[in-house]
C-alpha cells in the first residue's frame, strides 16, 4: 500500500512513523524544510519540500500509483487544494482531508458527494469533543473508547493503593473479590506496555486496560473500587472553538457549565452563543477567580486553551483546589509519559485522535475502528471476520497469534462475547484486537488477505 501524506507537522509525523512501522510505502510533503529534515532524519519514508498541491510535486510523489492521500497540514485551504489537485490527477485515489474550521461542517457531504470527493473529512476538534464526552462518561477512566457502537468499553483506569485488586494476580481476580473478572487487555507500567496473562499481577500505580460490556460497566468498574458519579457541574477553561463546541454540548445534555476566558471580546461574543452557560472573563490559572468559583463543589474541569502549559498548569491548580476530577488538552505527544508522574490523569489531543480516526480509515482488512493506546506504543482494533479466515473455527488457543497481541472481544449478532481460550470465531463476527505497535505488521500480514477489505 503506497500513501502520499501531505503535511509533516505532529499528525503528519506520527501517522507517518506509525505507517512506516507497519511496512507501508509512504511519501510526505511539506513546503517546510524544516519539518521535511526533521521526518527524513527519524522516519524511514520518502521526503519531498514542495507545495502539496503542486501537481508537479504531487506526480513527483507516484500520485498515479499511490493508495491514499492524505491531507493533513494546519491549513484547511491547503488540504483541500491538495484533494482537488490529487483529484485530477488520480480520480481513483482514495482522499482523506483534515478541515478543523467549524465553516466547513455543513460542507463536508458535499465534498464528498462532489469535486474533489473526499472519501473522509478529519475534523480533530469534533474528534477531541468526542473522546471528551466518553471520558465524563467515566470520571474515574483514564482512557474511554468504544466498540459495536458503543457496546463494548475499552477502559484505562490507575490502580491505586488501596485497590482491591492491587498485589493480585490476574488468574485471582474473581475468587478474591468475589466479583466477575473483567478481560484485562493491558498493563502500562512505569510508561512501558503489558500484554498480560492470568500469571501477572496488578501493582498499584498501574494503569489497566480492560473490557467490559456496556450494560456491565458499573460493576466492573466496581471491581477496582472506581467511582461512578455523574458529571453535574462542569468548568471549561478556554473559550476557543473547541471550547466553544463543548460547552454547546454540555447544555444539550443539561450539565451545569462555567467557561473562563481571558479575552474580554471572546467572552462576549460566546456569550451571544450560549443560553445558558455562565462566561466568565478571567484567567483559569488565578487561584482567586477559580476559589470565588467554588471550585471544589466542580465535578469535572477541562482544559481547553491553546497552550499546554497552562492547561497543565490550570488542571493541576484545580485538581489541589478540590475539583473532583480534570481533563487536559495536549498537542505535543512530547509531554504525554510526563502526565501521570505529575498527577495529570485524564488526557486528550485534537492530534491523536484525528490519527486514530485516519488509521481506522486506512488499516488493511475490514477495519470498523482502531484506537491508539498511550500515545503510539499499542493499537485496539475492530475488524470483520470472513468465512475464509484462518481465525474461524478453531478454539483460540489453538491459533497462532501474535505474542503481542490479544483477541479481547467477539461480537455476534447482537450477543458480546468475552473471549477464553475455548471460543470460536465463527463467520461475520466482529473482532476486537489488542496489539503492540511492534504486532500490527504481523496481524496484517496474516490477516491480509483473511479479513476482507471494507
Known amino acids: ?38 521526518v527524513s532524519e527519524n522516519i524511514d519514508v520518502q521526503t519531498i519540500t514542495g507545495s502539496g498541491s503542486s501537481p508537479v510535486v504531487l506526480h513527483e510523489a507516484g500520485i498515479r500509483n499511490a493508495d491514499i492521500l492524505l491531507a493533513v497540514t494546519d491549513r484547511d ?23 478543523r474550521d467549524g465553516d466547513f461542517d455543513s460542507f463536508c457531504q458535499r465534498f464528498h458527494d462532489n469535486a474533489p470527493f473526499i472519501d473522509k ?31 463494548i468499553q475499552f477502559i484505562g483506569i490507575n490502580i491505586d493503593e488501596d485497590s482491591p485488586v492491587a498485589g493480585i494476580r490476574l488468574s485471582d481476580i474473581s475468587v478474591r473479590t468475589k466479583k466477575h473478572s473483567p478481560l484485562i487487555a493491558a498493563i502500562i507500567r512505569n510508561e512501558k506496555l503489558i500484554i498480560p496473562n492470568g500469571r501477572d499481577r496488578i501493582l498499584p500505580k498501574d494503569v489497566v486496560y480492560f473490557i467490559s460490556e ?35 454540548l454540555l447544555e444539550k445534555k443539561g450539565i451545569s457549565t462555567k467557561i473562563v476566558e481571558k479575552d474580554p471580546v471572546r467572552c462576549a461574543a460566546i456569550a451571544d452563543e450560549l443560553n445558558k452557560t455562565i462566561v466568565l472573563q478571567g484567567d483559569g490559572t488565578d487561584q482567586r477567580l477559580l476559589d470565588e468559583e467554588n471550585i471544589q463543589d466542580i465535578d469535572m474541569v477541562i482544559s481547553l486553551t491553546g497552550d499546554d502549559q497552562t492547561n497543565i498548569l490550570a488542571s493541576l491548580l484545580a485538581k ?19 502526565m501521570t508522574a505529575i498527577g495529570i490523569d485524564q488526557v486528550v489531543s485534537p492530534r491523536l485522535s484525528a490519527i486514530n480516526t485516519i488509521l481506522q480509515h486506512i488499516r488493511r482488512g475490514k477495519v470498523l475502528s482502531a484506537i491508539m493506546i498511550k500515545g503510539e506504543q499499542a493499537e485496539a482494533i ?6 475464509s479466515s484462518g481465525i474461524v473455527g478453531k478454539p483460540l488457543k489453538h491459533i497462532h497469534f501474535p505474542k503481542r497481541a490479544l483477541i479481547t472481544g467477539i461480537i455476534r449478532n447482537d450477543r458480546i462475547i468475552i473471549p477464553s481460550g475455548e ?25 491480509t488477505m483473511k479479513l476482507e477489505r471494507i
Request: net charge neutral; charged share 30%.
Open 1 to 38: 500500500m503506497k500513501i502520499v501524506i501531505v503535511g509533516a507537522g505532529e499528525v503528519g509525523f506520527h501517522t507517518a512513523h506509525q505507517l512506516s512501522l507497519e511496512n507501508k510505502d509512504v511519501v510526505v510533503i511539506d513546503s517546510d524544510p524544516k519539518a521535511i529534515r526533521n
Open 77 to 99: 485551504e491547503a488540504n483541500l487544494a491538495s484533494c482537488l489537485v490529487a483529484n485530477i490527477i488520480a480520480p481513483d485515489i482514495k482522499k482523506f482531508a483534515r478541515l
Open 121 to 151: 473529512i478529519i475534523n480533530p476538534e469534533i474528534e477531541v469533543i468526542r473522546t471528551i464526552e466518553k471520558l465524563m462518561k467515566v470520571p474515574g477512566a483514564v482512557d474511554v473508547g468504544e466498540f459495536s457502537d458503543g457496546r
Open 214 to 248: 456496556e450494560t456491565r460497566l458499573l460493576e466492573t468498574l466496581k471491581v477496582f473500587n472506581q467511582e461512578t458519579e455523574p458529571i453535574r457541574r462542569a468548568l471549561i477553561v478556554g473559550a476557543g472553538r473547541i471550547g466553544l463546541r463543548l460547552a454547546r
Open 320 to 338: 489541589s483546589l478540590g475539583a473532583r476530577k480534570t481533563i487536559t488538552k495536549l498537542t505535543k505527544f512530547s509531554y504525554f509519559p510526563l
Open 382 to 387: 475492530e475488524a470483520v471476520a470472513i468465512e
Open 423 to 447: 471460543s470460536i470465531i465463527e463467520p461475520n463476527d466482529r473482532v476486537i484486537i489488542f496489539a503492540e505497535k511492534q504486532a500490527i505488521p504481523d496481524i496484517e500480514n496474516k490477516l
